[in-house]
């Protein structure tokens, strides 16, 4: 999970193999990759390639292609009003409906350096999130020519893989998930494009 402040930190091996989507290659959640450690301890740096601070808030795994890893974020543009996924249990929904820019993030797989940050959309979210989760849920899916991310209600994006330019938006409308017949709760959106 990714939080304000908060460093992604990836185990060493990690930059072994693509892992272009969710779940990875074939959706199987399974790598071929050899060497990989089964445990790392970012305090410790134990089996840590590099750490990288990301601004905002993400649940999205990270993709893998190439020398690149891309991944998602939510920034609130009023840092104050910047919330954190909670882990407490319940089913309700965040009260954070302020200006969001909704990004998406290239990072050097070698070094953990940002390459390009580019932000996608900016607005009030069009609908709230779970307290667990965040406005930028789904992983992204690449083929390493182009990045697809998708945010919901906020819409679909496909980037340049190598340069971060947009090269097509798909506006999907409004899309409530919540409690049936019940408006008042709102859970965001998490299913990634693949």
Same mark, same amino acid.
């Given at each position: ?29 399974? +790598?071929?990759?050899?060497?990989? @450690? ?9 089996? #840590? ?12 795994? @990270?993709? #893998? +292609? ?8 939510? #920034?609130?543009?009023? @840092? ?8 407490? /249990?319940? !089913? =309700?929904?965040?009260?954070?409906? %302020? ?5 998406? !993030?290239?990072? =050097? ?5 940002? $390459? ?7 607005? !009030?979210?069009? !609908? ?9 849920? @789904?992983? %992204?899916?690449? =083929?390493?020519? $182009? ?10 994006? #496909?980037?340049? /893989? %190598? ?8 506006d999907f409308g409004t899309l409530s998930l919540g409690l049936k017949g019940d408006r008042g709760s709102e859970w965001g959106?998490?299913?990634s494009p693949v």
């Open positions: 999970m990714l939080s304000r402040r908060t460093v992604l930190s990836l185990p060493l091996a990690l930059q072994a193999a693509d892992w272009p989507s969710f779940r990875g290659p074939n959706a199987s959640g399974v +790598s071929d990759a050899l060497g990989i @450690p089964s445990s790392w301890d970012a305090k410790s740096g134990k089996n #840590v390639a590099w750490r990288t601070a990301l601004p905002g808030v993400g649940h999205s795994s @990270p993709a #893998v +292609s190439g020398s690149r890893i891309y991944l998602t974020s939510a #920034v609130a543009t009023d @840092p104050s009003k910047q919330l954190s996924p909670v882990s407490r /249990a319940g !089913i =309700d929904s965040a009260a954070d409906q %302020v200006s969001h820019t909704f990004r998406v !993030i290239a990072l =050097d797989a070698a070094s953990g350096k940002i $390459v390009w940050d580019r932000t996608v959309h900016e607005g !009030i979210p069009k !609908i709230r999130r779970h307290t667990k989760a965040s406005h930028a849920n @789904p992983t %992204v899916a690449t =083929d390493g020519r $182009v990045v697809a991310a998708f945010f919901g209600s906020e819409g679909l994006f #496909v980037l340049n /893989a %190598v340069s971060g330019k947009t090269l097509w938006t798909h959106f998490a299913s």
